[in-house]
Every structure is written in structure tokens, then in C-alpha cells.
């Protein structure tokens, strides 16, 4: 940062010197195009990728063939597995909102990033001395052929503590590492503020990359028994990933934390109520801001005043006695544009996150009865038999090359079409995103369609091929790269700087919620389906029922969310921060 002008009312602003956390203070605009970091940038956010993707891997070596364990290991049957995954899986993105507060409040990002990861290196390597010790009996057991003896309470308890750990771990450092990463960029600099924009794509395709070799070669092994080492090897890249992380320590960009916002919001809404008869000016005067060059919240920039949610101004809005008072405010009374406006800008982003929680209904189902639909097609080609859990390749792939084309092609094309340099804006992503997961439901309900009418009478299984599922597999990447990288973006740029993990958990929380309600949906489906001689939408075999049913259910619900969501999108205003861009035109307009 160089110079910053600080709104006192609608037209009155100070001029001030800022410094630079990296280059100490700036003395002019020319120095503020040239300004760079000594620290950060590309270097250091290359290595905060190689260790999202061995994150990624580690968790994945986990997830993607959880169902599989569940139904082969412990001996769940199908609902109940797919429902047990969607609320680990829901879980451990909730857990992201814990990494973000945390990081937000009081750790910072590095520190909660190192705590989060040692706590999922814990929970793999407990899985994995419990799966070793414990769960897989006889030795190699759960491969579809050699049956595992029923584990004990004790096995049990200590499958879900380990899972959950690794919960916790990998929920808590998933918001923190993205925001982290985007921190290694100064957005006073055009070229590293475009970098930064650059890094979430990038970003979603790490977490790709590093979950293709679970999605393949970890889940061959553990389809044909070898689950041990496959947990083993997990363990082996989360650790190696921490290492990798330690080693950048001295080249890391950092932003100190910017306090407890739950007080933050708290004290604009008591401070509302109290002032609920006061009349809110008009144009914004009279609004209350502290003087100087930062805000009232430690680290973050200021907000102009929006005409958004006007009830809430009441929160700053100075009566006579403050007006002409000396001695401190008390913040549970008086709040200024900034703390008002940071609050504001949570209550606009809502509703387009609750939009994005159908689509995260839309990708639970590859982890769960994507799966399930592929391990009763034909799998087996000559002696070699494909791990179901393996179609989701196909899906890592097709964000793998979506992500490249949409880099090198859609952004210049888009670009010149619309003249956003960023091509199409998050918003308008997310809603692509959005129409084409609904399309890859409708495409597994036909792949189902048809696996049903090849099913092998008095077996679970089909001679349908498995490669049918390709399309809904490619059809999910390729919403992926438009939904949750847009989601990333849309989300940290949103949130106040006080907030900024926290708008990046808010995408891992609509998966959250997303597979808890996939999971709520799968329970009223069968309650409503399986009555009596009927075996329901979502039988334990699957040949005698109608999983097509159930995704053309989603792609519906999908449907109407996706209308929902063009009315938000249209209402949706975005965050308007005191940025140096802004303050470049704004040096020569000062008026006292």
C-alpha cells in the first residue's frame, strides 16, 4: 500500500501515509506502480500448491473408497453407507468454518494451517495402525471375495475417531490454505492482483492433480484388499506435505489476524436495536468512521458506505450528545461505516451461498451412489477388475483439462466479448456451473436407466460396462471448474479483510451442507419409496430399484435452484473497498 484516503463522511477524506509491511513507507504514486514484496508471489504459492496437492492426496486415499470400506469392511449395507459417507464427508467441511474463525480471530493463517495438518497426519496415522491392527481381518479381507470378520466396539469406536480426526484436520486447513495462498500476493500490484485471481484456478486444479493418483492407483490397491497400504501411503504424503509447507517459512507473505468478528456482529446488531427510533441521514452523513489511515478493525481496509440493508447505518449514525463528545465511544452503541458495512457485506453474500448448496448435492453423489451405481456394472475386463471408486478420474481429468482450456481459451475469447479481463465474472460462472451439474444428473439417470435393463437376473450386477458413467463423471469436472473455482474467488474477493478465510470456508461449508442434505434426501426417499412389498428407490440391490428416480429428483431441485439463483446473482451489489485504485482519481477531488 502507498497512500490511502479515509472517508469521514460522504465527501470529506484525509490524506495519509501507509506503509508497505514489506518495503517500508511509500512517498508517492510512482512508487506505488512499481511496488513489489520481497516476499510471497509465485514462489512461495507454488510450494502452498504441491502441498494442497499431497494434501488432497492424502485425504482422497481416504474418501473416495470410504463407501467401499464401509459396505465391504464393516458390513454396512448400501443406504446406510452412502448416508454414513455424506455426513463424514458433510462434517468435514463444516469443520472448515472452525480453521477459518480461527485463522480469522486469533492463529493467523500459517499457524492454523501447521495445527490442522498435524491433526490430520494424526487421524491417518491412527486409520491406519487401526485398519492394520484391528479392522482388516483376516489379512486381506474386503476385496468383494474374502469376507472380513465383524470388528468390535472397540474397532469401531476407533475407525470413527480416526475418520473424524482426519475430519477436523483436513476441514480446518482446506479455507485456510487458499486464503493463505492468496495472501502471497500484493493486491496494490496489477500484476500480482491478477496473479492472485490466477491462484484459485490453479489451486482447484492442485487439488485435482493431487487426487488422481488416489482416484487410481490407491484405489486399485485398496479394491483388491490392500487397504493398509493405502492409508499407509496417505499418511506418507500428508507428512511430506507438512514438511514442504515448514520448508517456505522464511519466504511466506503474512497477514496478522484481525480479531473475533462474532463480537464484530454482535455489536453492530445490539447497537441497532438500541438505536432503532434513530433516523439513518441521508447520502451517508454523519455516519461514523474512525480518522487515520486504517479502519477500526486491526489489518483491514476500510469500506465505503453502501445503500444496501439501511437499517443497519442506524449502528453508526452519531446522535448530538457523540457528535460533540471527546472521551471514547462505546462500540455497543456506535459502529463505524467499516464494522457496519463488513456485516453487510455477509448478509448480501448469503444468499447466493445458499443457492450453491444443491450443487453440492449434485457432486456428493460421486463419492456415494456413484460409486455404488458403478460397482454393480461390469468392472471386470478379461482378469483385470476396475475399481468403481476409479470412474472418479474421469471427473479429476475433466477438471484438469476444463481448467486449462477455460485458462488459455474461454478467459481471451470471453474477454474481448464482454471486456472483463477475467473473461466471465464469478457470478456468471456459477451459474454455468450450476446448469451443467444439473445435466450431469440427468445423464446418470440414463446411464441407470440402462444399467437396469442389462441387470443379471438373481445378482447384483449388470452387464452394462462401466465406462457408461463417463459422461455424468466428465459432466461434474466440468461444472467444477465453473462453480467451485468461481466460488473461491467470488468468495475470498467478497468478504471483508477481516473475513477472508472465513468466505473461503463458506465454499467448503456448501459441500457441508450439501452432503447432510444429499444425506437427508437419501433418508425421506427411502421412507417415502420403501413401503411395504416395495423395495424403494434405493434398495440394497440396487437392480430392484429406482436410483434413476432419485437423480432425476435432484436434477429437478437443481432446476429450480438454478432459477433462485439468477434472481440473486441479478440482485447481488459487490463489496466496495477503499482501494489505492480508487484512491489514485481520488487524490485530486479532497474536499474539506
Same mark, same amino acid.
Do not use: M
Given at each position: 500500500m502507498a497512500l490511502e484516503l479515509i472517508g469521514i463522511g460522504p465527501q470529506k477524506f484525509i490524506l495519509s501515509k501507509v506503509e508497505d509491511v514489506n518495503k517500508g513507507p511509500v512517498e508517492n504514486e510512482g512508487e506505488l506502480k512499481s511496488l513489489t514484496t520481497t516476499k510471497g508471489g509465485w514462489k512461495s504459492a507454488n510450494l502452498l500448491l504441491v502441498n494442497q496437492s499431497l494434501a488432497t492426496l492424502a485425504f482422497f486415499g481416504v474418501a473416495v473408497n470410504l463407501v467401499l470400506f464401509l459396505t465391504k469392511v464393516l458390513h454396512y449395507d448400501n &443406504?446406510?453407507?452412502?448416508?454414513?459417507?455424506?455426513?463424514?464427508?458433510?462434517?468435514?467441511? %463444516?469443520?472448515?468454518?472452525?480453521?477459518?474463525? !480461527?485463522?480469522?480471530?486469533? @492463529?493467523?493463517?500459517? !499457524? *492454523?494451517?501447521?495445527? /490442522?495438518?498435524?491433526?490430520?497426519?494424526?487421524? %491417518?496415522?491412527?486409520?491406519?495402525?487401526?485398519? @492394520?491392527?484391528? !479392522?482388516?481381518?483376516?489379512?486381506?479381507?474386503? +476385496?468383494?471375495?474374502?469376507?472380513? *470378520?465383524?470388528?468390535?466396539?472397540?474397532?469401531?469406536?476407533?475407525?470413527? #475417531?480416526?475418520?473424524?480426526?482426519?475430519? !477436523?484436520?483436513?476441514?480446518?486447513?482446506?479455507?485456510?490454505?487458499? *486464503?493463505?495462498? &492468496? +495472501?502471497?500476493?500484493?493486491?496494490? +500490484?496489477? #500484476?500480482?492482483?491478477?496473479?492472485?485471481? &490466477?491462484?484459485?484456478?490453479? /489451486?482447484?486444479?492442485?487439488?485435482?492433480?493431487?487426487? %488422481?493418483f488416489s482416484n487410481t492407483i490407491l484405489v486399485y490397491f485398496e479394491d483388491r484388499g490392500h487397504w493398509v497400504m493405502g492409508f499407509w501411503a496417505s499418511a506418507a504424503a500428508a507428512a511430506i506435505g507438512i514438511l514442504l509447507f515448514c520448508f517456505g517459512t522464511h519466504g511466506y507473505r503474512y497477514l496478522k489476524p484481525c480479531g473475533n468478528p462474532l463480537t464484530r456482529v454482535a455489536q453492530v446488531f445490539v447497537a441497532t436495536f438500541k438505536k432503532w427510533n434513530v433516523t439513518v441521514p441521508s447520502g451517508g452523513v454523519k455516519l461514523y468512521e474512525v480518522e487515520g489511515s486504517e479502519s477500526s478493525i486491526r489489518g483491514s481496509r476500510k469500506i465505503l458506505h453502501s445503500e444496501d440493508f439501511r437499517f443497519l447505518d442506524k449502528a453508526a449514525t452519531m446522535t448530538e450528545p457523540e457528535l460533540h463528545r471527546q472521551t471514547p465511544f462505546d462500540p455497543w452503541r456506535l459502529c463505524t461505516i467499516t464494522q457496519v458495512e463488513e456485516v453487510k457485506c455477509i448478509m448480501k453474500i448469503l444468499p447466493i451461498w445458499l443457492c450453491t448448496i444443491i450443487y453440492s448435492v449434485i457432486f456428493t453423489q460421486m463419492a456415494s451412489l456413484f460409486v455404488e451405481q458403478g460397482d454393480v456394472m461390469k468392472c471386470k475386463f478379461g482378469n483385470f477388475r476396475l475399481p468403481a471408486a476409479s470412474m472418479s478420474a474421469f471427473d479429476i481429468m475433466s477438471v484438469l483439462i476444463f481448467t486449462l482450456v477455460y485458462r488459455q481459451l474461454l478467459i481471451p475469447v470471453t474477454g474481448k466479448l464482454t471486456g472483463n479481463p477475467k473473461g466471465l465474472t464469478e457470478l456468471q460462472r456459477m451459474g454455468i456451473g450450476l446448469f451443467i451439474g444439473m445435466l450431469a444428473m440427468v445423464a446418470a439417470g440414463i446411464t441407470e436407466i440402462e444399467r437396469r435393463k442389462h441387470a443379471i437376473p438373481g445378482v447384483e450386477s449388470s452387464s452394462l460396462s462401466v465406462f457408461w458413467q463417463i459422461p455424468q463423471y466428465i459432466l461434474v469436472g466440468a461444472s467444477e471448474v465453473f462453480m467451485y473455482v468461481a466460488q473461491l474467488d467470488f468468495f475470498n474477493t467478497q468478504a471483508p479483510d477481516g473475513l477472508k478465510s472465513f468466505g473461503s470456508s463458506l465454499c467448503m461449508t456448501s459441500i457441508s451442507l450439501g452432503n447432510y442434505a444429499s444425506s437427508m434426501l437419501v433418508n425421506m426417499v427411502v421412507a417415502v419409496t420403501a413401503r411395504g412389498d416395495s423395495p424403494g428407490w434405493i434398495p440394497i440391490n440396487l437392480n430392484f430399484g429406482h436410483l434413476d428416480r432419485f437423480y432425476f429428483l435432484i436434477s429437478a431441485l437443481a432446476a429450480v435452484d438454478f432459477v433462485a439463483y439468477l434472481f440473486c446473482a441479478k440482485w447481488y451489489k459487490c463489496i466496495n473497498l477503499e482501494s489505492e485504485k480508487e484512491m489514485r482519481w481520488k487524490i485530486n477531488l479532497m474536499t474539506f
Open positions: &443406504a446406510e453407507a452412502a448416508n454414513s459417507v455424506s455426513k463424514w464427508t458433510g462434517t468435514v467441511y %463444516l469443520f472448515s468454518l472452525v480453521g477459518a474463525f !480461527l485463522s480469522d480471530s486469533y @492463529w493467523g493463517r500459517y !499457524l *492454523t494451517c501447521i495445527i /490442522f495438518q498435524l491433526i490430520f497426519l494424526l487421524g %491417518l496415522v491412527l486409520l491406519s495402525f487401526s485398519s @492394520w491392527l484391528v !479392522l482388516i481381518k483376516p489379512n486381506g479381507c474386503g +476385496d468383494g471375495f474374502l469376507q472380513c *470378520t465383524p470388528t468390535s466396539l472397540v474397532g469401531n469406536s476407533i475407525f470413527y #475417531i480416526s475418520i473424524y480426526l482426519i475430519a !477436523l484436520g483436513y476441514g480446518g486447513y482446506q479455507p485456510t490454505i487458499a *486464503t493463505f495462498g &492468496a +495472501d502471497q500476493f500484493n493486491e496494490a +500490484d496489477p #500484476i500480482q492482483g491478477h496473479s492472485k485471481t &490466477a491462484f484459485f484456478c490453479y /489451486f482447484y486444479f492442485a487439488l485435482n492433480a493431487g487426487s %488422481l
